[in-house]
């Protein structure tokens, strides 16, 4: 990792605060701003209205990387795949999933997973390393860069859920100041219920969201049974299920709205009338929202997944106890983009890169 700054790590607020540091004028940062998230010019040598002894002492004093799109498909539904590949050989993926309303990207927040779910793909590799907040905010840039390229400039992000490789309360502070940048509007601007954290359950760190910026909440739950969840996700044995729901409850609110709940369905495991009952007594119904994912096997997975009739009555019998719940629609599965079959792979092969005008690392 560069020991250097990377000037995609700063906020309006906090990149001022750091010319200022360097005796440099602050209305720099508009001028830095605009370039990066209005114009889309990296490339700080056309900063054209940024006096030449203030672009390099700016090189001097942070990096001005792009990482790289090593591969990517789209799959039969047009959801498409990307791996991105960093400066030190590591490499994430990000999925584009479009539909009539919205364009979602769905993003990473670390190299693997420390987590090691047992119905998951990226649980599976273990944690390498967090990602930096450039290299979050940077997935963002890649995908509207691919987007515009590919498809015309009327091609935008619409929305971001933090639901690629990761757990991203694990890398608190850099999906702070990532969100900070997506929310600024001197940044892009995109709108607080655009973005949604979903999390594993990391209790000291949902006890903290009150420092973290306002965005929708997904609790990745998947049973009210401490056993069953225990089996699941082995976190659950630190941080149980009274104790997840006494974090929860603390969360502001006001801010957050409704919390969603993620339910994978797995056959024979969590898909009976009694987890049904016990969903039902945990969750308050005006506060939350379930969100049912078929479980999505991968090569080498050892649960299944349900029948599309057992989905469907899950749900209604939600539904008819109160209970607001829906299915979510598996996309990109064909090529393993769904949902936990997140994995990076290094042998695939490069394809099309975005037209970007900048450095590459
Ligand atoms: N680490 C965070 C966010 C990334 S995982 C979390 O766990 O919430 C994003 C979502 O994908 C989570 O709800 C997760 O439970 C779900 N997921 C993981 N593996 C899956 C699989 N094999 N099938 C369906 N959903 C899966
Ligand atoms: Fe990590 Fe989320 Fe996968 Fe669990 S489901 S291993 S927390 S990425």
Avoid at 69 to 97: A, C, P, R, Y
Avoid at 241 to 252: D, M, W
Avoid at 339 to 351: E, F, I, M, N, Y
Wanted: hydrophobic residues 40%.
């Amino acid at each position: 990792m560069s020991l250097i700054d990377h000037i995609l790590d700063y906020d309006s607020e906090s990149l001022s605060q750091r010319l200022k540091k360097m005796g440099m004028p602050s209305y720099l940062v508009n001028q830095i701003f605009d370039w990066i998230y209005c114009k889309r010019i990296f490339d700080i040598d056309q900063w054209s209205n940024i006096s030449l002894t203030n672009r390099e002492k700016l090189k001097s004093e942070f990096s001005f990387s792009i990482p790289k799109i090593v591969w990517n498909s789209t799959s039969k539904d047009g959801t498409t795949k990307f791996l991105i590949g960093f400066k030190d050989g590591h490499q994430v993926e990000m999925v584009i999933i479009s539909s009539l309303k919205r364009r979602t990207l769905c993003l990473s927040s670390q190299v693997g997973c420390a987590i090691g779910c047992t119905f998951c793909h990226t649980g599976t590799q273990g944690l390498t390393r967090n990602l930096s907040t450039h290299e979050v905010v940077l997935q963002f840039l890649l995908a509207s860069s691919w987007l515009k390229d590919d498809e015309g400039s009327e091609s935008k992000i619409s929305n971001i859920v933090y639901m690629g490789m990761g757990e991203p309360l694990h890398n608190f502070e850099n999906m702070k100041m990532a969100t900070k940048i997506f929310l600024d509007p001197k940044g892009l601007g995109l709108g607080q219920r655009r973005i949604t954290l979903s999390t594993s359950g990391l209790v000291p760190q949902i006890e903290k969201l009150d420092e973290f910026p306002p965005v929708n909440i997904a609790i990745s739950l998947h049973s009210a049974n401490d056993e069953v969840r225990s089996e699941l996700m082995p976190l659950n044995r630190a941080y149980d299920i009274k104790r997840l729901f006494q974090a929860i409850e603390k969360i502001p609110l006001k801010a957050f709205r409704r919390i969603t709940y993620e339910y994978i369905l797995i056959r024979d495991l969590n898909d009976s009338e009694e987890d049904i009952r016990a969903l039902v007594s945990l969750l308050n119904k005006k506060e939350s929202k379930v969100n049912i994912i078929p479980f999505n096997e991968f090569p080498g997975s050892r649960f299944k997944k349900p029948a599309d009739a057992l989905v469907e009555w899950f749900c209604e019998s939600l539904n008819k106890r109160g209970l607001v719940a829906t299915v979510r629609v598996t996309k990109g599965d064909d090529i393993l983009a769904a949902c936990g079959q997140l994995k990076s792979l290094a042998t695939k092969k490069p394809s099309k890169l975005p037209g970007f005008s900048s450095i590459e690392s």
